[in-house]
């Protein structure tokens, strides 16, 4: 009776707060030309075009005020470019480590925790920090776009939180995965007829489905959700970094991530900037310490090259070097790493760097973070988590500065205890080389 009164309550206050908010204001500035221009309701890029480059917001609110948990992650809303809040969201949790940080010898680890964990206040359903890219992106997305169908391409826990989030809020999605990742795809509730899901076929990888969702957009009933280029995304993704700032009261030192398309590290260093203005947490840049899983790295080769361009990478080889890492969500062949304020700009402006490690180390280090921290974490923190402990070993990384280690998902043992799960299924899968004509003329029968 007491748990059904708090959900009540919990609901009540949530509906209060719903009716208060107001869109959040802000203008639009292209990184590479500095241009300054106000949205026009869902722009990916910079109109006036020039040299490819990201476009970033300019919130008109200069300090963060974050408000009460019960926002979830709109407890951010003042950097987030949305004009409505959504039911369901979490913010990211971060607490001080002692038993991991002792076993590391670290005197100022702290974890920013993306997952479900009750024991430490986190609760995302999806056990993901992709959550906090849906809550964004969906919260941007304004009536004006509500006819169309957004368009979201994924190795599998995007697929999974944005799934999550347009089902509770009846919001048309297209997903695209790889046939090969579709057990990432679990609920705990069947979703809503508004989700469906597309499929490339086995041997395929994240690139592939990128590619079939891009043949799906040339019909203009449907709406690119726009990756890297979306900036609800970034800045969805954000808010493990304010998480992490607002909690410690400081900008931290080192910021350690897997990465696959690298743009939650775009999205911390755009972050650092922005708090960096506020003027109460430092004036320092975060060392960006960003990981791949080998043998998949071409950023990490790149990176080693000092090359802005990617270097060449077979299809077929990358494929197999794919499907060969724990880490399957870190399998982006084509991300924003040359784009200005992209990835390498980000890195050469932090004085960070790319970093590697092996499956058995992930697996090692995610074992170790169980034992310690108490919480099963997925196979890209614990990437993140092995070339943290390379870099303490190697003396990279200064034990007594203060340490971010963005813990990008876990706790799925937690929350799948005692549940029934529900598979998404695709409602067709194409081939590797499909006929583009064919996959608009399927699809759109889908809608």
């Known amino acids: ?34 241009r300054i221009f106000e949205d026009e309701g869902w722009l990916l890029d910079d109109p006036e075009g020039g040299s490819p480059s990201l476009i970033r917001a300019r919130y008109t609110t200069r300090q963060i005020e974050p408000g009460g948990d019960e926002m979830g ?40 925790f993306n997952g479900y964990y009750p024991k430490i206040g986190a609760h995302m359903s999806t056990c993901s920090f992709k959550e906090t890219e849906a809550y964004s992106v969906c919260g941007r997305l304004g009536e004006d776009h509500a006819h169309k169908v957004l368009v979201v391409a994924s190795a599998g826990n995007t697929a999974r939180a944005f799934a999550r989030v347009c089902s509770d809020n009846r919001i048309p999605l297209l997903l695209s995965v790889p046939e090969d990742n579709l057990d990432a795809l679990w609920f705990d509730a069947p979703l809503n007829d508004c989700v469906k899901l597309i499929a490339a076929r086995k041997g395929g990888d994240y690139f592939d489905a990128i590619h079939l969702s891009n043949l799906v957009l040339k ?85 080693r090259a000092r090359s802005r361009a990617m270097l060449p990478y077979d299809d077929d080889q990358a494929r197999i070097d794919a499907e060969s890492i724990d880490a399957k969500v870190l399998s982006n062949r084509k991300p924003p790493y040359p784009i200005g304020g992209g990835l390498f700009d980000a890195l050469i402006d932090t004085g960070g760097d790319i970093l590697v490690a092996t499956n058995e180390e992930a697996r090692a280090a995610k074992k170790l973070f169980e034992e310690t921290e108490g919480v099963d974490i997925y196979s890209a923190p614990g990437i993140a988590l092995a070339t943290l402990i390379k870099a303490v070993k190697s003396g990279e990384v200064d034990p007594e500065k203060i340490i971010m280690l963005n813990i990008t998902g876990g706790g799925e043992k937690h929350f799948q205890q005692g549940k029934e799960l529900h598979y998404l299924k695709p409602s067709l899968v194409f081939d590797l080389d499909p006929d583009p004509d064919e996959v608009v003329r399927k699809v759109s029968a889908l809608f």
Request: charged fraction near 15%.
């Open 219 to 303: 019909s203009d009933k449907f709406l690119a959700e726009g990756g890297a280029k979306n900036i609800a995304r970034r800045d969805g993704m954000a808010t493990t970094v304010l998480s992490a700032t607002t909690f410690i009261g400081r900008i931290p030192d080192y910021y350690f991530q897997a990465i696959g398309s690298g743009t939650g590290a775009i999205a911390a260093w755009e972050a650092n900037q922005r708090l960096i203005e506020d003027g109460r947490f430092g004036t320092h840049k975060m060392k960006l310490m960003v990981s791949q899983n080998l043998p998949f790295v071409p950023m990490y080769n790149a990176w």
């Open 1 to 34: 009776m007491l748990i059904l009164f708090v959900q009540i309550l919990s609901q009540s206050t949530f509906t209060k707060i719903m009716k208060n908010f107001s869109a959040t204001k802000y203008s639009l500035q292209n990184v590479t030309t500095g």
């Open 73 to 112: 992650i709109y407890r951010f809303a003042q950097w987030l470019p949305v004009g409505r809040m959504l039911k369901g969201s979490c913010a990211p949790v971060t607490y001080k480590s002692s038993k991991l940080a002792a076993a590391l010898g670290l005197k100022n680890l702290y974890i920013t």
